[in-house]
């Protein structure tokens, strides 16, 4: 039997309605600002749709563009007065930063309290004592909305995180293996010497590498749970654009899996819709 479609849209579309409720009772309309610096067509894309997000939340917008010959002091500066601007809630960098940019030395001058991304250290830190009131990265923390809201019981359960990086696999792993969501959580990355084995040992595994269609239907286990992160393009001529999305999970993984989120509709929406939570949790937090 085909795996059921873990539907990301609805379940963001779920989260926004219980945050439009959150943000009429806020003391003050939450406002985000997001930087983006040059013209990577794609990063465009991603603020334009969370700009419009905000739109459709009631949660106020501030767009700040800068060319992509701007100097490093500049942004910095640009984040330091974001940071003393007491209506702001919310401050996001749009990544990639172009490459003569440090990008952790920026992160780390983002005001904590307003680090939407949850990418500052402090932040992050949080995660591993278990604090997870505040800022978590958008992406894993969506992946564990969709589980919950998906009533997949991951207790006791074995996890497999493919990807390790500090914005999605390594947070994802420590959320999964968080108290009250209690899975056991093993990490596969480039260097891992069997990635197949360790994935067909799992019941949930969450695909997290860049890496099109890299998680074949073989690599899973019947009846497993495979959420899938990955974002690629792909060369397909069939199309006007030349290009289709593709995720890091071969699509016959469907053929295998109980529960499969798609790519496009599954964790991309979450994302967005994460990312709004954390600043409606800011803006209450700032005026409790
Ligand atoms: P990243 O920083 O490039 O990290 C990729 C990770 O995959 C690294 O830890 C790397 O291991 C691991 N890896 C690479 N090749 C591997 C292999 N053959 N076997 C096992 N592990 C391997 O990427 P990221 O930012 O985490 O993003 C991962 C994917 O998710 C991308 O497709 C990205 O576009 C997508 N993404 C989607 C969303 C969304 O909203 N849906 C958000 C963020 C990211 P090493 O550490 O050993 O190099």
Request: glycine content about 8%.
């Amino acid at each position: 039997m085909p795996a059921k479609r873990l539907n990301g849209k609805a379940c963001a579309s779920d989260l926004e309605e219980r945050l439009k409720m959150r943000i009429a009772e806020c003391k003050v309309q939450p406002h985000l600002a997001v930087v983006i610096v040059g013209d990577d067509p794609a990063s465009h894309v991603y603020v334009r749709n969370k700009i419009s997000s905000c739109e459709r939340l009631g949660i106020k917008s501030t767009h700040i563009e800068l060319p992509a010959n701007t100097k490093q002091e500049e942004v910095a500066s640009t984040i330091i007065s974001l940071n003393e601007n007491d209506s702001l809630h919310g401050i996001l960098i749009q990544s990639p930063l172009p490459s003569h940019m440090d990008e952790e030395s920026l992160t780390d001058l983002i005001d904590p309290t307003k680090d939407v991304d949850g990418f500052h250290p402090s932040n992050l830190g949080r995660i591993v004592q278990g604090r997870l009131d505040g800022m978590i990265p958008c992406t894993p923390a969506g992946v564990m909305e969709m589980l919950r809201w998906a009533e997949v019981d991951m207790a006791g359960k074995k996890a497999v995180v493919i990807g390790r990086s500090f914005n999605v696999g390594m947070p994802q792993a420590l959320l999964l293996a968080s108290r009250g969501a209690d899975a056991t959580v093993t990490i596969v990355h480039s260097k891992t010497i069997d990635a197949r084995e360790e994935c067909r040992a799992a019941d949930i595994v969450v695909a997290a590498v860049g890496s099109p269609e890299m998680v074949k239907p073989d690599w899973v286990k019947p009846g497993a749970i495979v959420i899938d992160v990955g974002i690629n393009r792909v060369e397909d001529n069939s199309r006007e654009r030349g290009w289709r999305l593709a995720g890091d999970v071969h699509p016959g993984v469907s053929e295998v899996a109980s529960l499969l989120s798609p790519v496009p509709g599954g964790v991309g929406p979450m994302t967005v819709a994460m990312l709004m939570a954390n600043t409606v949790t800011s803006a209450e937090a700032q005026h409790s």
